[in-house]
């Protein structure tokens, strides 16, 4: 069985911070592409940040560059996403996902749609 769990998710106040931490089982993790979207009720699914298979390369929404932090350890099979100075605005389910790193050159790692695996999301609510 192959699955995403996701936690760290909860309420905090503007300004403040969270991490979130993404579990993988029964993937081959360390040639995966991982990468953190999130959705807000209405909204579309927008990427947040992604990291590619040996942790070297990181990619980041212009929106909360200089703010988040991505970061992988291959050795836990883990995925983490800091999240400091956290806006009302940015209230919304978390997900975790992976795609195999070939993929994620050929259909870039912003495009949710390429993305095979997925987990169940945790709620992160910001609070003004």
């Known amino acids: 069985q192959r699955q995403l769990v996701e936690s760290g998710g909860g309420l905090v106040q503007a300004g403040g911070s969270l991490r979130l931490s993404c579990a993988a089982s029964?993937?081959?993790?360390?040639?995966?592409?991982m990468a953190w979207f999130r959705q807000a009720p209405g909204k579309e699914r927008e990427f947040v940040a992604a990291?590619?298979?040996?942790?070297?390369?990181?990619y980041y929404a212009d929106s909360v560059k200089g703010r988040f932090t991505i970061s992988r350890d291959n050795a836990k099979n883990s995925l983490y996403l800091q999240m400091n100075s956290l806006k009302p605005e940015e209230t919304a389910v978390y997900y975790c996902?992976?795609?195999?790193?070939?993929?994620?050159?050929?259909?870039?790692?912003?495009?949710?749609?390429?993305?095979?695996?997925w987990g169940q999301g945790t709620q992160v609510t910001v609070s003004s």
């Open positions: 996902a992976a795609k195999y790193s070939v993929a994620a050159q050929a259909t870039g790692v912003m495009d949710h749609t390429g993305y095979n695996y």
């Open positions: 029964g993937h081959p993790f360390s040639v995966l592409t």
């Open positions: 990291v590619n298979w040996s942790g070297g390369r990181t």
